[in-house]
Protein backbone atom coordinates (compact mmCIF):
# COMPACT_ATOMS: atom_id res chain seq x y z
CA UNK A 1 0.00 0.00 0.00
CA UNK A 2 1.11 3.63 -0.86
CA UNK A 3 0.53 6.74 0.51
CA UNK A 4 -0.41 9.19 -1.64
CA UNK A 5 -1.04 13.03 -0.86
CA UNK A 6 -2.34 15.80 -3.47
CA UNK A 7 -1.28 19.52 -3.63
CA UNK A 8 -2.04 22.13 -5.84
CA UNK A 9 -5.67 22.94 -5.39
CA UNK A 10 -6.65 26.72 -4.81
CA UNK A 11 -9.46 29.01 -6.53
CA UNK A 12 -8.72 30.21 -9.78
CA UNK A 13 -10.94 32.06 -11.74
CA UNK A 14 -12.53 30.53 -15.77
CA UNK A 15 -9.66 30.63 -18.12
CA UNK A 16 -7.04 29.99 -15.93
CA UNK A 17 -4.78 27.19 -14.87
CA UNK A 18 -3.85 24.96 -11.96
CA UNK A 19 -1.20 22.29 -11.92
CA UNK A 20 -2.22 19.32 -9.26
CA UNK A 21 0.55 17.43 -7.65
CA UNK A 22 0.60 13.66 -6.20
CA UNK A 23 3.27 12.87 -3.82
CA UNK A 24 3.43 8.92 -3.39
CA UNK A 25 5.42 7.61 -0.03
CA UNK A 26 6.51 4.62 -2.47
CA UNK A 27 7.68 3.75 -5.85
CA UNK A 28 5.05 4.69 -8.48
CA UNK A 29 6.58 2.41 -10.88
CA UNK A 30 4.96 -0.30 -9.50
CA UNK A 31 1.52 0.47 -10.27
CA UNK A 32 0.90 0.35 -13.63
CA UNK A 33 -1.41 3.11 -13.51
CA UNK A 34 -1.81 6.30 -12.18
CA UNK A 35 -5.03 8.47 -12.23
CA UNK A 36 -6.63 11.52 -11.52
CA UNK A 37 -10.11 11.33 -10.27
CA UNK A 38 -12.56 14.32 -9.57
CA UNK A 39 -15.94 14.65 -7.58
CA UNK A 40 -17.74 17.61 -6.81
CA UNK A 41 -20.73 18.04 -4.34
CA UNK A 42 -24.10 15.65 -4.86
CA UNK A 43 -22.34 14.13 -7.87
CA UNK A 44 -20.48 10.54 -8.19
CA UNK A 45 -16.77 10.42 -8.99
CA UNK A 46 -15.28 10.35 -12.19
CA UNK A 47 -11.94 9.56 -13.95
CA UNK A 48 -10.14 12.31 -15.43
CA UNK A 49 -6.71 10.92 -16.99
CA UNK A 50 -3.96 7.96 -16.03
CA UNK A 51 -0.87 7.32 -17.28
CA UNK A 52 1.44 4.30 -17.38
CA UNK A 53 4.25 3.30 -15.80
CA UNK A 54 6.02 1.83 -18.88
CA UNK A 55 5.25 3.66 -21.98
CA UNK A 56 3.80 6.47 -20.80
CA UNK A 57 0.39 5.71 -22.53
CA UNK A 58 -2.90 7.92 -21.10
CA UNK A 59 -6.13 8.35 -21.43
CA UNK A 60 -8.31 10.87 -21.03
CA UNK A 61 -12.20 11.85 -20.23
CA UNK A 62 -13.37 13.58 -23.17
CA UNK A 63 -14.56 16.79 -21.11
CA UNK A 64 -11.18 17.60 -20.83
CA UNK A 65 -9.17 16.05 -23.37
CA UNK A 66 -6.78 19.34 -24.93
CA UNK A 67 -6.71 21.39 -21.61
CA UNK A 68 -5.64 18.60 -19.05
CA UNK A 69 -2.41 16.52 -19.10
CA UNK A 70 -1.56 14.15 -16.90
CA UNK A 71 2.63 13.31 -16.44
CA UNK A 72 4.60 11.05 -13.86
CA UNK A 73 8.10 11.42 -12.33
CA UNK A 74 8.87 7.99 -11.05
CA UNK A 75 12.35 9.01 -9.83
CA UNK A 76 10.51 11.37 -7.61
CA UNK A 77 7.24 9.38 -7.08
CA UNK A 78 5.33 11.81 -8.36
CA UNK A 79 2.35 12.06 -10.73
CA UNK A 80 0.94 16.05 -12.03
CA UNK A 81 -2.20 17.32 -13.78
CA UNK A 82 -1.61 20.77 -15.53
CA UNK A 83 -5.11 21.75 -15.63
CA UNK A 84 -5.55 25.33 -18.27
CA UNK A 85 -8.98 26.50 -19.92
CA UNK A 86 -10.23 25.50 -16.19
CA UNK A 87 -14.34 25.81 -16.36
CA UNK A 88 -16.45 26.36 -13.81
CA UNK A 89 -17.75 22.51 -13.74
CA UNK A 90 -14.32 21.79 -12.81
CA UNK A 91 -15.19 22.58 -9.38
CA UNK A 92 -14.32 19.39 -7.70
CA UNK A 93 -12.23 17.63 -5.14
CA UNK A 94 -9.35 15.86 -6.95
CA UNK A 95 -7.86 12.75 -6.04
CA UNK A 96 -5.03 10.53 -7.47
CA UNK A 97 -5.14 6.71 -7.10
CA UNK A 98 -2.99 4.01 -8.06
CA UNK A 99 -4.24 0.44 -10.07
CA UNK A 100 -4.02 -2.06 -11.97
CA UNK A 101 -5.37 -1.40 -15.61
CA UNK A 102 -5.18 1.85 -17.78
CA UNK A 103 -9.03 2.78 -17.30
CA UNK A 104 -11.13 5.79 -15.74
CA UNK A 105 -13.12 3.31 -13.30
CA UNK A 106 -13.17 3.73 -9.70
CA UNK A 107 -12.80 0.13 -8.78
CA UNK A 108 -9.98 -1.03 -10.79
CA UNK A 109 -8.09 1.81 -8.27
CA UNK A 110 -6.63 0.83 -5.15
CA UNK A 111 -5.11 3.26 -3.28
CA UNK A 112 -6.28 6.89 -2.79
CA UNK A 113 -4.99 10.28 -1.51
CA UNK A 114 -7.30 12.63 0.52
CA UNK A 115 -7.82 14.75 -2.48
CA UNK A 116 -7.53 18.53 -3.02
CA UNK A 117 -10.30 21.36 -4.08
CA UNK A 118 -9.68 22.88 -6.82
CA UNK A 119 -12.58 25.59 -6.98
CA UNK A 120 -12.99 27.95 -10.48
CA UNK A 121 -14.91 30.75 -10.38
CA UNK A 122 -16.97 32.45 -13.22
Known amino acids: QVQLIESGGGLVQAGGSLRLSCAAS????????IAWFRQAPGKEREGVAC????????VYAAFVKGRFTISRDNFKNAVHLEMNSLKPEDTAVYYC???????????????WGQGTQVTVSS
Open 51 to 58: ISSTDHDT
Open 97 to 111: ATGRILRLFAYDYDD
Open 26 to 33: GSISDYYS
